[in-house]
């Protein structure tokens, strides 16, 4: 889920003239400026207001890379004003606030007493799930991603940053600056087992490479990709180890905010309470063990 933000000025001029704000989103950003290629019209989202200037709009359907842009409308979008520079939304959490909220877990108040507010809890709900993405080395949103890797003609191979790998959206090899093969989708393999990318087509290798590589250029060629990574949707399970995260960070700013973030265990009675700790000398010891013994599942290990 990508959240956007858009700033209207002078919202008081524009409201006599527009009741909505029309968004898009595309792959690029000079398919977003220009409206074209990759680009989707998401339509009238959101309906203007007199004493709004700024408004939030979750969209669903986009993956984190993408771009956005936005306009005031009328009411189906048919006319509106000119669009927005093209910009990038802020990538969300694995879980809402909502959904937090409903697990109940954690005390969601802040040291004075008062309610936590939604956006502090999106903040924690946020490094919660870049903690999940550390851990187990890989993301479970679905992004696009562009990269610049050596090519090497003896395997044909590129092997992304970013696991699991979804799908291609574009490979360009360059021997010089003036040089270079463009690959379709058609042509390349994707092995999501072994995460790596395989130009398979012998023909665009030997007649659209082959004649810029005997040529005298790079010393070593660089393949350029644009690819999308990650799950459809997030796992149950990851959302809970998520929520279990996020309960803890919270427990520790509390903790902190009170003076007691050098405290280690509590005695009342016959009862001690231990703080969680980082242990030295462990691979990942910043999350709870219970958030730990659900993620393992996912740990794993590239092969290249």
Known sequence: ?????????????????????????????????????????LGPVIRLSALVSAYDYF???????????????????????????????????????DQFREYEIGVLTNPDGSTMGDRKLERFIKVASSLVDSYTQQSFQLRQDTEKHKWVQATRRVYPYRRPIDSLVSMTVYVSAQQSAAFTVNDVYVNKD????????????????????????????????????????????????????AAHLIAEDSLDKQGMGAMNELTVGSMTMKRHRPVPGERFDAIP????????QYVGVNVR
């Open 194 to 245: 072994r995460n790596y990318f395989e130009v398979t087509s012998l023909a665009n290798v030997t007649y659209s490479l082959f004649p810029v590589l005997v040529n005298l250029g790079l010393i070593e060629p660089v393949a350029v990709i644009t690819y999308k990574s990650g799950y459809p949707e997030v796992p149950d399970d990851v959302k809970d180890a998520t929520a279990i995260i």
């Open 289 to 296: 063990g219970t958030a730990a013994a659900i993620l393992d």
């Open 59 to 97: 969209d669903d359907g986009a993956i984190v890379g993408q771009w956005h842009t936005w306009r005031p409308s009328n009411s189906t979008g048919s006319s509106g004003g000119s669009w927005s520079a093209p910009f990038r939304g802020q990538e969300q959490g694995y879980i809402t606030v």
């Open 1 to 41: 889920m990508i959240k956007v933000t858009m700033s209207v000025p002078n919202i008081t001029s524009v409201i006599s003239s527009y009741t909505h704000i029309q968004l898009g989103r595309a792959a690029t950003s000079a398919e977003a400026a220009n409206q074209t290629g990759s680009f989707v019209n």
